[in-house]
Structures are given as C-alpha cells and as structure tokens.
C-alpha cells in the first residue's frame, strides 16, 4: 500500500514539473501574457505541495527499521526519482525568474522573441492544476511582484534538498534501474493513478491502413528514383565529353 501510494504521489509531482517546463519555455516569446506568468505561479506552488508531500511520505518511509530489503531498495529508487524531479524544478525555476527579470510585462524593455510557438497555455497550466478551465485572479503588476516571491521559493526548494541529503542517506550510484534505458518510450503513455494527466506535445500521426497500394507506390517510386539516377549519369558524362572536347 505504501509503495503504490508513493507511486502516485510522485507520478502526479513529475506531471506538474513537466507541466511547469512547458509553460516556462513560453516565457518571453510571443506567448508571453499576464495569464501566463499566473499560470507559472500557481503551477510552480502547486508542484512545491507535491514535493513536501513526497519528502514527509518517503522520508518516514526510509527511516522505519522494520521494513524489509526489497521494500527499502525500492522505496530508495523513489527517493532518487524524487530528488531527481527537485533538481529539475529548481532550475526551471531559476530561468523562469532570470527570463522573467529580462522580460517584464509592465514595463517592457525589449521586443518579445518570435520563438514560433503560438496559441495559449491554458491546457496546459489546467493539467497541472487538475481543473477543467482556469480562472485568472492576478494583478496587472504579477510580473514584478512574482518575482520576489519566486526568488525566496528558489531558496526554500534549495533549502528542502539540503535537508533531504542531511535526513536520508542514499546514494544514487547504488540504486539500481528497474527497467532498460529508454523503456517508457516503448510503452504507450497512460495516465495512470493520478488525476493530473499527461501532456500531449505532439499528436500520434494516423497509421496508414496496409493494403497493396502501398506495395504498388513503393515499387513505383523505386523505379522512377533508378531512372532518374541513370539521367543524371547520362547527362554527366555528356557534358564532361563536351568540355574535353572544348579544351
């Protein structure tokens, strides 16, 4: 029960970190708005519940004696993907606050940059939320204000992970993998026990039905890519003729 708790707990933390990476890369671009700088806000917020949640769940885990060799090893491969998932969001964090400071909506002191991202981050920043539409609260003057704000959080989720390696001693070297390299891109993305959802990035492209008109194209196009080779070689050595003669 402990492990598929902290399971889900963590799978709903990597989403809203995920999320939160999607939304800072509109940062600064034609996408930029006040919407979003509140999205980052409480995407980032919520995210920062979710690890407290996780370091109090793991860590009394972790410190409980009784518990067996195999439960231990995994509850120790958790610990390393949560620490993982902290490492990440703080350094999104830190762009989001450098890019944020480069780029003030209030008072603009440069063009936003034309990234050739379009259309709004609302989708998004509701996934992280877990609501179906979001509803924007925020002052006109979010993006100064966040700012001092965001710069403390940096320190408190800074401060978090110190404490984490001070409580528990794991050592990431010595955990092992439960699955090869790159497995989870061989398995199709689901969204599991947690309500927060899955980014869609990119849409999954209609598979062609098999059939012989696909057969009767391919060997069609192999025949025109030969004769268009042997054009090319006849009209090559044409000209080099040509040319000597010249010479």
């Known amino acids: 029960m402990g492990k598929e708790e902290c399971k889900t707990m963590l799978d709903a933390l990597n989403k ?68 993982s998932s902290m490492e990440l969001l703080e350094v999104d964090m830190k762009r989001s606050l450098e890019i944020g400071q480069d780029f003030p909506l209030k008072v603009p002191t440069r063009h936003l940059i034309q990234t050739g991202m379009t259309g709004s981050t609302t989708t998004v920043a509701a996934r992280a939320m877990s609501v179906q539409n979001m509803k924007y609260e925020a002052d006109s003057n979010i993006d100064t204000a966040d700012l001092r704000d965001l710069q403390c959080e940096i320190g408190q989720v800074s401060q978090m992970m110190e404490e984490m390696e001070m409580k528990v001693q794991v050592a990431p070297w010595a955990v092992e993998a439960k699955q090869e390299a790159g497995a989870e891109l061989k398995s199709n993305m689901s969204v599991g026990n947690s309500s927060v959802g899955v980014i869609s990035i990119c849409e999954e ?39 000597i003669n010249m010479s």
């Open 205 to 243: 492209e209609p598979k062609e039905e098999d059939g012989g008109g696909g057969g009767q194209s391919s060997g069609l196009g192999s025949i025109c890519a030969v004769l268009v080779f042997f054009v090319i070689i006849l009209v090559a050595l044409v000209l080099g003729y040509l040319v």
């Open 16 to 83: 809203v970190t995920a999320c939160y990476r999607h939304l800072v890369i509109a940062l600064g671009s034609t996408s930029d708005s006040q919407n979003l700088r509140e999205e980052l806000k409480r995407t980032r917020k919520k995210a920062q519940e979710l690890a407290v949640a996780n370091r109090t769940k793991l860590t009394s885990l972790l410190k409980d004696k009784s518990i067996s060799k195999e439960d231990r090893a995994e509850y120790e491969r958790l610990w390393v993907l949560f620490s």
